[in-house]
């Protein structure tokens, strides 16, 4: 399958900033990514998809402005989370579509 | 949008056999199921999937009745290590990620 990975595995940053989260395919191309946040004992919720080459499609409740996604390439995907609030706080996974979804191992977003 | 029951948690001891359900009534002709596993702090994993019958692979395997109404995960021999949460989902095996709705999943406990 293919191997998907996040960089960093872990952030803490102080409300107000922007923090930038990698999600890169290491050995698939993929014109599709999706963007997953997991608050603890949650499950997972789809945040937005991110299409190379074009503007993601962000869920309902969304903000697209707060959650900017950028996938400039067919390996690299990044969400940045612009002035972070400690409601923020979360884990966030990417993953990518082949023959099924591959994860990858997550951010852990700690907002101060 | 095909949405899943599972309980919500299980107990086992290490070297048995262990036996997760999951009911999916509204499940669509062209949907397949799909079961993850999630260890904390860490992007879920793919198991098994399967369309009808019975799916077998090294890890698990993956009971599927007629009316495809429900599903069984099977472990054969749990360790220690096989502790996780386990996700049921049904989707469109193209990919359709929009359609998958993650439940809370399964949290199983395996005890020495």
């Known amino acids: 399958g293919a191997v998907v990975s996040q960089h960093p595995s872990r952030v803490i940053c102080k409300s107000g900033t922007s923090v930038k989260i990698e999600c890169r395919s290491l050995?698939?191309?993929?014109?599709?990514m999706f963007w997953y946040r997991q608050f603890p004992k949650q499950s997972l919720m789809l945040m937005a998809t991110s299409n190379e080459g074009s503007k993601a499609t962000y869920e309902q409740g969304v903000e697209k402005d707060k959650f900017l996604i950028n996938h400039a390439s067919l390996t690299l995907s990044t969400l940045t989370v612009t002035s972070a609030h400690p409601e923020d706080s979360s884990f966030y996974i990417c993953?990518?579509?082949?023959?099924?979804?591959?994860f990858g191992p997550g951010t852990r977003l700690l907002v101060l | 949008l095909a949405k899943t029951t599972q309980p919500i948690s299980m107990d086992s001891y290490e070297g048995q056999e262990v036996n997760i359900t999951c009911s999916h009534n509204n499940i669509a002709t062209n949907d397949y199921i799909t079961w993850y596993q999630q260890f904390p702090s860490q992007g879920p994993r793919f198991i098994i999937q399967?369309?009808?019958?019975?799916v077998t692979n090294e890890v698990a395997s993956l009971f599927i009745p007629a009316d495809r109404k429900s599903s069984t995960l099977s472990l054969p021999r749990v360790s220690l290590s096989d502790t996780a949460v386990y996700y049921c989902?049904?989707?469109?095996?193209?990919?359709?990620?929009?359609?998958?709705?993650w439940g809370l999943g399964t949290s199983l406990a395996v005890n020495p």
């Open positions: 993953s990518l579509q082949g023959e099924t979804q591959y």
């Open positions: 399967g369309y009808k019958t019975k």
């Open positions: 989902l049904v989707g469109d095996q193209a990919g359709n990620n929009r359609k998958l709705i």
């Open positions: 050995d698939f191309q993929a014109t599709t």
